[in-house]
């Protein structure tokens, strides 16, 4: 191992070995629990599937689990620890480089983050909410998300709008007036892609959503400001919240968990509801991607070495004409290809994740981005070589193949789609440049 890897790979000794007792637990724990998972939801059809019922028992025995093992609310950064409740802080502080490669090993099952109250998009909101959050916010809602009880969706993506594009969001937050001079706000809006939505322990949602200031006396319109001084977020809670329909990614529901059509309509809010206030909108929805991008990509590497892993065991047992699919070149090719692919995207990463460390989100802005549109495409090679050396099973559901190449596709549109995060990077190298 070369001393870029061995550097960026390092751990403390009582990191590593936190990383040691989560490998096992998501090998020996998540992994089986998978198919409890899945035969708990297969005869579950139509409005069945958002049931309470529909949680599939194995998740809350994992949670239990994993606070017994210190596996619990790891995601929370050195920086926050300040902020957060007595008796939820996780077991070990981490940098986000040092969190980032236990992410790759909750990416080996899509059950470990949750069972450690690891899992997006609550792991966002409750940095938002430990940040930003009033303590009527904080008893109300992150309390309960940090304890595992809840929880939340964030609400952004518009259907009838390039919603990639912030200032293009027309969901409206019209500022009103009482005559005693009291304020309060309407929220009104459609929003889809609402990730958590649809699950029945969801309590709450961050909006994302343009002031309006067309109801108030004072002359504080949004013409002429900053594009991106416009916006607010909101906290607002669930049962508010008109559900349209859920929605499939190619097929897939997610479903308890899934993800929502909704509109919020004529939702009356207080100044009690907002996160900082009027126009901190952006700031806020910025706040929460830097750290969640790492956590998604190193996650998505862990999915592509689970993939890898079952390449390599496919290549070494089955054979075709006469010899073993790894004695063949072309498989051959895949293997080394895959192994290439993996520790680009982890280098790439990890490095992103230390220079957040060391300068902050702001400063590694340009990694931040490069690694939301490079890493998904990266690892989409990986998972659909698995997928080829398989054959007809790769993209049957006996393996989880199938789904990952499709999370994996997914990826490069959530968070917002790779040509703005390629934008950004050009941007950034073009001003130094020119600089």
């Known amino acids: 191992m070369n001393m870029a890897v061995s550097s960026l790979s390092r751990l403390t000794p009582e990191i590593e070995r936190l990383r040691i007792v989560l490998e096992k637990f998501v090998i020996e724990k998540c992994q089986p629990a998978e198919h409890e998972y899945e035969a708990h939801m297969e005869n579950r059809v ?14 809350e025995r994992l949670k239990v689990e994993a606070k017994s093992l210190g596996l619990w609310n790891l995601f929370i950064p050195p920086h926050l620890l300040a902020h957060v409740p007595r008796g939820h802080a996780p077991s070990i502080p981490m940098s986000y480089r040092e969190y980032g490669i236990l992410c790759e090993v909750m990416g080996k099952s899509f059950l470990a983050p949750e069972a450690c109250n690891c899992n997006a998009p609550d792991t966002g909101n409750m940095e938002v909410l430990l940040h930003f959050g009033t303590k009527l916010q904080k008893e109300k809602y992150l309390a309960p998300l940090l304890r595992g009880e809840i929880r939340s969706a964030f609400l952004m993506t518009e259907p009838d709008v390039a919603s990639s594009d912030a200032t293009n969001i027309e969901t409206t937050l019209k500022k009103m007036k009482r005559p005693n001079g009291d ?29 309006d200031y067309s109801e108030c006396d004072e002359n504080n319109s949004t013409q002429g400001q900053r594009p991106h001084s416009a916006h607010t977020v909101v906290v607002v809670d669930m049962k508010n919240v008109e559900m349209v329909r859920p929605l499939k990614v190619m097929g897939y529901d997610d479903a308890p968990h899934g993800h929502a059509h909704v509109r919020l309509n004529n939702i009356r809010l207080t100044t009690d509801d907002l996160i900082i206030g009027e126009g901190s909108g ?23 070495v689970r993939c890898y892993d079952l390449m390599l065991e496919r290549a070494l047992t089955r054979k075709t004409f006469g010899k073993f699919l790894g004695e063949h070149g072309g498989c051959q090719e895949m293997i080394a290809d895959s192994a290439a692919d993996i520790d680009a995207a982890r280098l790439l990463t990890l490095s992103c994740a230390e220079q957040m460390d060391l300068f902050g989100a702001r400063t590694a802005r ?29 993209v049957h559901d006996d393996f989880p193949l199938a789904r990952i190449l499709v999370g994996m596709r997914t990826l490069r549109i959530a968070d917002g789609p790779d040509a703005v995060h390629q934008r950004t990077v050009a941007r950034i190298v073009r001003y130094r440049f020119m600089v």
């Open 183 to 211: 304020v309060y706000y309407i929220l009104n809006g459609t929003k889809w892609w609402s990730t958590g939505a649809m699950d029945p322990r969801c309590r709450l949602a961050l909006v994302l959503a343009r002031m």
């Open 282 to 304: 952006f700031a806020v929805a910025q706040a929460r991607l830097g750290a969640g991008r790492i956590h998604h990509c190193m996650r998505a590497i862990g999915m592509a």
């Open 46 to 59: 139509g409005r069945d599937r958002w049931t309470i019922d529909a949680i599939p028992p194995c998740i």
């Open 366 to 394: 340009d990694k931040i981005a490069s690694i939301k549109f490079a890493v998904p495409n990266i690892l989409s090679r990986v998972v659909d070589r698995a997928v080829q050396i398989h054959g007809g099973a790769g």
